[in-house]
């Protein structure tokens, strides 16, 4: 934490900053260790506040004992002008995409009375930058998070029979999870059958599992915050003509994808590479999201992988690669994993098999 911090630090005057109020929770666990779910670092050369209430004053000061712990209580004209003045800063950075307009109102308003002029300036992504290059200790996390959700998959596709609910499947699984080790999921987990599978964030239903048919299955485990994100897709008994051409396709974009990028890319250039297979195959309309997302603390953090991305693809990311192929009233194919960039180049971190005949 010492270290993550101390880069924090470097990135205050080049941006014209003395200090950084940080409020958005994956960024606040990064930098103090905090997990509790209320509070705020205030972070300036100096000093290393952590304000929060009675219920988490105990946690945060054994979780976090580079951090100043702070019981704060009440309004925030109660507590925040004598920490903003401690910090001895004029320009008082916070996270712009974090802190609702209400809370600002707040903050602005608690400084006015403040003896010494305060100017608070938004901010976008600094602690996310951060975030986005995986420390030896976060790649191990990850793939621990990654091998739980494989295994996930691997005992529950040879269980999937016909006439099972998209619910009870969804079910069976976040069990498994919790059984062995993963602590509450990332997000809602999607079993999708038939035309339901083309709707890319579908929620499981009671429509029961048929022959013949697409099932798109996306999960992910967390094992001490950090998550993991796989999908894949299976049909029971012999896909139609229309299945396996498109399962092809699909597989052939995110293979292409896996061997062929490297470090120095933007997002728009990696999503290039599957995105040209897809679009040479007459699907270019049938795939309408991104390439991929960084995971870590949060399921969807950055790099992106899509049009439009100018983040720049680095050693030590960790991001899926995830085509898909959506075709309204018939369903949808996608194949995700998570990858970590290595010497240059991709190394597969989930390796749940990809061909599946239950």
């Not at 950055?302 to 369903?331: C, H, K, Q």
């Amino acid at each position: 934490m010492t270290d993550r911090l101390g880069k924090l630090r470097n990135q205050l005057a080049p941006k014209g900053l003395d200090a950084l109020i940080v409020s958005q929770a994956e960024n606040r666990r990064y930098l103090s260790g905090f997990t509790g779910s209320a509070g705020f670092l205030l972070i300036s050369q100096q000093r290393a506040f952590l304000a929060t209430d009675f219920r988490y004053v105990e946690q945060a000061q054994a979780q976090a004992p580079g951090f100043e712990v702070v019981q704060i209580q009440g309004e925030i004209a109660k507590w925040f002008p004598r920490l903003a003045s401690e910090l001895d800063a004029q320009k008082l950075g916070f996270e712009g995409k974090s802190i609702s307009f209400s809370t600002y109102k707040e903050l602005t308003d608690a400084l006015s009375n403040v003896r010494r002029k305060i100017s608070l300036v938004p901010t976008d992504g600094m602690v996310e930058s951060m975030r986005a290059v995986k420390d030896r200790e976060e790649l191990g996390l990850v793939e621990k998070a990654a091998a739980l959700a494989d295994a996930a998959l691997e005992y529950i596709i040879p269980r999937i029979k016909l006439g099972a609910s998209e619910k009870e499947i969804a079910w069976e699984i976040e069990s498994f999870l919790r059984r062995n080790g993963s602590e509450p999921v990332p997000f809602e987990l999607i079993v999708a059958s038939g035309p339901d599978s083309a709707m890319p964030h579908a929620r499981p239903t009671e429509r029961a599992i048929r022959q013949g048919e697409p099932v798109v299955i996306d999960i992910g485990a967390t094992v001490q915050g950090y998550t993991s994100d796989i999908t894949r897709t299976i049909c029971l008994g012999d896909g139609d003509s229309m299945f396996n051409k498109v399962y092809d396709i699909v597989l052939g974009a995110q293979l292409t994808a896996m061997a062929t990028l490297q470090a120095g890319m933007t997002g728009e250039q990696a999503d290039r590479l599957a995105r040209t297979v897809i679009e040479q195959a007459g699907y270019k309309d049938a795939f309408g999201h991104g390439l991929g997302h960084g995971v870590g603390l949060a399921t969807h953090e950055e790099p992106r992988l899509g049009t439009n991305s100018s983040d720049i693809l680095a050693e030590g990311m960790v991001f899926t690669i995830e085509p898909g192929i959506y075709v309204s009233g018939w369903g949808g194919v996608r194949i995700e994993d998570m990858v970590v960039l290595e010497e240059g180049k991709v190394r597969p971190l989930t390796k749940a098999r990809k061909m599946w005949k239950p």
